[in-house]
């Protein structure tokens, strides 16, 4: 118990200088960016045309005029604080913009992991259990080749067919759990690929060991062995995927959100950009890092869940 | 074969989830098809209702505010909540009269004293960023001194110079009314939804994704026709188009409602319709008159000389823009029409006496809103097959506005593709910008325009106070701006109100759309 | 079972299909038939026919000639980036097996805070906040993705470190930097191989979703992404604009996750789980 203890206070500390970096490395966008914000920010309707004054007083009200070590510690002790600043276009709060847009992420991610758990896992358990026939052979290819299609290029595909031809789904918005079919699927594609993948190699590994091997010797039927010994070992590699996955959904669903039009943090932050608005886009990387963070913290907690045997020593 | 089942078991579970979500997705559209009270819905790019730290809360094309005074559909400034005004004979004092018996949406009776803690507000916000139009009451009422609220209705405002163009800078956004018990009066942020006085209310608002109206039923004037309607914010123009498509939104609105190659294609299925309106937005390249090859104004005159305007036109919007070559947008009262003169040989010859025979590398910048709203990636594309043939070689850069901004301040580009809209209907601070030396467009994209006469006669304005002689010097510096460009005019946006054939009444105005007269068709 | 041969068809027909693409991309300007960025004002969006084998866009430019240059763009940026990806990712994962101590805990924190950052969001930041181009592109790819090279380069170093023989010739005085690439990096080779491969088909896709959302790559230069966000107004009307750079980012990236996976039979990495989703 100690040693898992020990483990888990070292994965802990060991994530704070991370979110330092993360920090820093959100700083650094800001700091490289070529433009102006004060000067964005005056003219955002376009229409009006400040003056090298009005800039200038822009830039002291929002304190771009200090050295860059001064602005980071300040702007650091500020999150610490729990206050990502204030984006430059709404106004408002940045951690009460982000929260805003969340729910629409998480509820994304978490239909789409749902989805990608439900084909990818019986569709590796079968192609496991009938090792190297054809069945097998043909959903590997399969498996490759949907993890090759450009997922924007389906959600337009899904959109034309689906929404505008067939009438069936929603096109846009959030709301219901049908807004959410056509991005989920458009997103799930590759994983479920690369999961059907894993799942069989991790399946075929734990089937190759001792005690199943003892198991068959028993006369248990083959299924009874998959479900009762071989499935539960071989999740392992398959959580640590899907774990870093529903991160990377959070951070990486821009391009499905832009297209469905769904208000998540995604758009949020194509919107920010397109505005320079630098607080915007340094909070989303702040949030998105410490999310990821911690779900591979999590992963790492579940592999005890799963198997206390695993990390005791080494790698 | 044997053992399927945990497979089985596996897939069933699957595809009992998909029926669970399918059918929760369902139970929703159980809506009467022939209540003509029932909701209509439409979309717009961005939310409309940037809410309690905006200058107006919504945009005034939800028709919840009202202004002071509004726009007529002749483009020229019409009373709305200000009935009739007068001003002394030096411009220096205005008296406004104005509407009775108007109610703001809370009850509260519109009068000179909510005007005057309207105006209050003004001054606690000034100066306010918003996405609609930057609100300084330093710039719409310069030099103002005092708001007082007068016997029999009346608001007087007293300026310390005078101000003769005053109705124009106060049309829709400038003097927007809302009720006082709707904001904090210290720092002006709406402390409940706006309440204002006209045709709809707010009935509800999720930020980003849609605002509910609800028709003011105590409304003053004519009510509105539609019970409900609801503003769906889509930011994506492909995805808007696809909404209509699938009947999901009757119709779209706001600025880039619908790109002319979309509202083309769409209008092919016989299910849709589109009514189309002035709008005050022109497009324009403005060209850096500070380095070489623009700091010719040759070069300038070739580059308007050799672009097929009418083609651009005929492919790309498919007919929805006009060619123009007046600096002036059609919108404006001040406006006269000028046609774009095309002559290949001259621009040609004129290109070859600037270039000497030489060829030229120059950078075209084209700003991303331009790629959301319009067709300008195909334009700038066609334009540079053109410029090839002047003997200029662009190359194109994709640009979001805010980097835009940044190479103009460092000077690094040649061209830029862009709109500009009216700021106001009175064009003397369009003229000034661009044409005044100090102009701070003339600045700011480094026109280097440089005027002896458009100088002068911008001096002149500021000391001509009756509108007639305005008139007269805008005439003359429209004239100017064809002989000598500022900048070059391209096309003269068209406003296009694209709509299902399901709802009537779907008519473009110079600013938003006809939103209380549009109705279900019986 | 299945036997070997009709595994191996498949991977034919794979190998194939790349080599036609390369072959397309390397000749481009003796195939294509129109310069790619001719505007013809007078052909535009024409379906396809004789004269043009994938019809026109909405400028008038042939879209097979389009496509022949796009694979120039997009297969040579790819290679780049993931040359570039694992030169880094390789440098630092070597040095941090290979010294230990502290320069491998530095390295590793590096890997770790790297490996923090999300990857598509930080590329889109980058690529945003530093305005769109091939350098910025590259860098955004790079950063974002070296860090796992690293770390399974790392593992190997330190494993192979461990061999006797490595000790031997660690003995006789042979520099670290001699042993790092007569020795280590012979090693490692195969697994680099496939990383290169699998990582040139994952640039492909993030540059092709760059590209959609205006952040990739500039016109006129144009690859399959740009060509699929041109497509997007016109192709309920003229589906080939939006159909064939699709299918060819499909088809290259199918090709290519194939040909890994035949390399990882090839070397038999097959069995090594940890190894399967490299």
Not at chain 1, 281 to 307: E, K, P, R, W
Not at chain 3, 247 to 276: E, T, V
Request: with cysteine; charged share 15%.
């Amino acid at each position: 118990m100690n040693d898992i203890l020990f483990y888990l206070v070292k994965k802990l500390l060991l994530i704070i200088p991370v979110l330092l970096g993360i920090t820093i490395a959100a700083f650094i966008l800001g700091v490289i960016s070529p433009s102006d914000p004060a000067a964005v920010l005056l003219n955002m309707d376009g229409v009006s045309t400040p003056s090298a004054q009005e800039i200038a007083n822009k830039r002291h009200e929002l304190g771009l005029d200090r050295p860059f070590i001064v602005q980071y510690l300040s702007w650091l002790l500020q999150i610490l604080h729990g206050d990502l600043g204030v984006s430059y276009i709404t106004q408002r709060p940045i951690w009460d913009e982000l929260m805003l847009r969340l729910p629409v992420t998480i509820s994304l991610a978490s239909f789409t992991l749902l989805l990608v758990i439900f084909t990818a896992i019986p569709m590796g358990v079968f192609m496991a259990y009938k090792n190297n026939s054809k069945s097998d052979f043909v959903l590997r290819t399969a498996a490759l080749i949907i993890t090759s299609i450009p997922a924007f290029w389906l959600a337009i595909l899904f959109m034309w067919i689906f929404s505008e031809e067939l009438h069936l789904l929603p096109t846009s918005g959030y709301g219901t759990v049908v807004h959410l079919i056509m991005p989920s699927f458009a997103l799930a594609a590759g994983t479920i690929g690369t999961l059907m993948r894993l799942q069989r190699a991790a399946l075929l590994e734990v089937l190759e060991q001792h005690f199943i091997l003892t198991a068959k010797a028993k006369g248990l039927p083959f299924p009874m062995i998959i479900w009762k010994h071989g499935l539960l070992n071989s999740l392992i590699p398959v959580i640590t995927l899907l774990g870093n996955y529903f991160g990377a959904i959070i951070s990486g669903s821009a391009v499905i959100e832009s297209i469905f039009s769904l208000p998540g943090l995604g758009s949020y932050v194509l919107e920010a950009i397109r505005g320079r608005d630098y607080p915007a886009i340094q909070g989303y990387v702040i949030f998105t890092g410490l999310v990821f963070v911690l779900f591979n913290f999590l992963v790492d907690i579940s592999y005890f869940l799963l198997n206390p045997k695993i990390r005791l020593g080494g790698k | 074969m044997r053992n399927y089942y945990l497979y089985k078991t596996a897939l069933r579970l699957f595809i009992t989830l998909s029926i669970m979500v399918s059918l929760a997705g369902c139970s929703g559209n159980t809506e009467q098809l022939n209540d003509p009270d029932r909701e209509i819905v439409l979309a717009a790019a961005r939310d409309l209702t940037p809410g309690d730290k905006d200058p107006y809360y919504t945009s005034s094309i939800l028709q919840v505010w009202e202004p002071l005074v509004g726009i007529g559909e002749d483009g020229r400034p019409a009373p709305k909540l200000a009935k009739r005004w007068e001003h002394s004979s030096d411009y220096t004092e205005w008296i406004f009269e104005l509407a009775e018996g108007i109610k703001f949406h809370d009850g509260t009776p519109f009068n000179a004293a909510a005007v005057v803690k309207n105006f209050e507000r003004y001054r606690n916000i000034t100066p306010r960023v918003s996405t609609f139009y930057l609100f300084d009451i330093n710039k719409v009422y310069p030099n103002l001194k005092e708001v007082e609220a007068m016997e029999g209705n009346k608001v007087k405002l007293t300026f310390s110079q005078p101000f003769s163009t005053l109705i124009y800078s106060m049309t829709n956004f400038g003097s927007a009314m809302f009720s006082p018990y709707c904001f904090d009066s210290s720092t002006g942020n709406f402390s409940t939804a706006a309440s204002g006085t006209g045709p709809f209310k707010i009935a509800n608002h999720v930020a980003k994704q849609y605002t509910v109206l609800e028709r003011n039923d105590d409304y003053y004037g004519g009510k509105a026709k539609a019970k409900t309607i609801r503003i769906k914010n889509i930011p994506n123009a492909e995805t808007r188009y696809s909404a209509l498509k699938a009947e999901e939104i009757m119709g779209v609105l706001d600025i880039g409602s619908l790109t002319p190659a979309l509202t083309s294609e769409l209008i092919k299925d016989n299910r849709f319709a589109v009514a189309i309106g002035k709008s005050t937005i022109t497009h324009y390249l403005f060209c850096n008159g500070e380095k070489a090859p623009f700091n010719d104004p040759r070069m300038i005159r070739a580059v308007s000389l050799m672009i097929n305007r009418d083609v651009l036109v005929k492919n790309f919007f498919h007919g929805y823009a006009i060619p123009t070559g007046n600096f002036l947008n059609g919108a404006s009262p001040f406006s006269k029409e000028i046609k774009p003169r095309r002559n290949v040989e001259e621009a040609k010859e004129l290109a070859n006496a600037v270039l000497k025979g030489q060829k030229a590398n120059i950078t075209f910048l084209l700003p991303q809103y331009g790629i959301d709203r319009y067709p300008y990636k195909e334009i700038t594309e066609f334009i540079q097959a053109e410029l090839k043939e002047l003997g200029l070689n662009a190359s194109i850069v994709i640009m979001d506005w805010a980097a835009i901004q940044d190479a103009r301040a460092t000077g690094n580009y040649d061209i830029i593709i862009g709109t500009q809209g009216l700021p106001n209907l009175e064009p003397a601070i369009l003229f000034k910008n661009y044409m005044k030396r100090t102009g701070s467009a003339n600045m700011q994209y480094r026109l280097g325009y440089n005027n002896d006469e458009a100088e002068q006669l911008l001096d002149q304005l500021d000391a001509t106070l009756e509108i007639a002689d305005r008139a007269k010097i805008y005439d003359w510096l429209q004239d100017i701006s064809v002989e000598s460009p500022p900048c070059i005019p391209l096309f003269a946006d068209m406003n296009l109100a694209v709509h299902s054939k399901k709802i009537q009444n779907y008519e473009p105005l110079l600013y938003g759309i006809t939103l209380d007269k549009i109705e279900w068709v019986k | 079972m299945v036997n070997i041969k009709q595994l191996s068809i498949i991977y034919k027909i794979a190998a194939f299909i790349l080599l036609l693409m390369l072959s397309g991309a390397i000749f481009a300007p003796v195939i294509a038939p129109y310069d790619p960025n001719q505007v013809l004002p007078d052909e535009t969006l024409q379906s396809c026919s004789g004269a043009h084998l994938l019809g026109t866009d909405a400028l008038g430019r042939d879209v097979f000639s389009r496509i022949l240059y796009g694979a120039r763009v997009s297969i040579r940026f790819a290679v780049a980036a993931a040359l570039c990806t694992m030169l880094f990712g390789v440098t630092l994962g070597m040095i941090s097996g290979y010294f230990g101590g502290i320069i491998d805990t530095i390295i590793q924190l590096l890997v770790n805070i790297f490996q923090g950052l999300p990857g598509m969001s930080m590329m889109i930041a980058i690529a945003g906040v530093m305005g769109p181009s091939t350098a910025s592109l590259l860098l955004a790819v790079t950063l974002t993705s070296w860090a796992g090279f690293s770390r399974i380069v790392r593992g190997e170093v330190l494993k192979i470190r461990e061999e006797n023989y490595i000790e031997g010739v660690r003995s006789l005085g042979a520099s670290a930097f001699y042993i790092l690439v007569h020795y280590i990096l012979p090693n490692i080779f195969n697994s680099l191989i496939i990383l290169f491969t699998v990582r040139i088909g994952t640039v492909v896709l993030s540059i092709a979703a760059l590209s959609f959302l205006g952040l990739g790559m500039q016109p006129p230069e144009a690859d399959w992404g740009v060509m699929i966000n041109d497509a997007k107004i016109y192709f309920r009307s003229y589906p080939n604009l939006l159909l064939a750079p699709g299918l060819c980012i499909l088809a290259l990236c199918a090709s290519i996750n194939l040909i890994g996976d035949a390399l990882r039979d090839l070397f038999s990495i097959q069995q090594d789980i940890n190894k399967q989703y490299l």
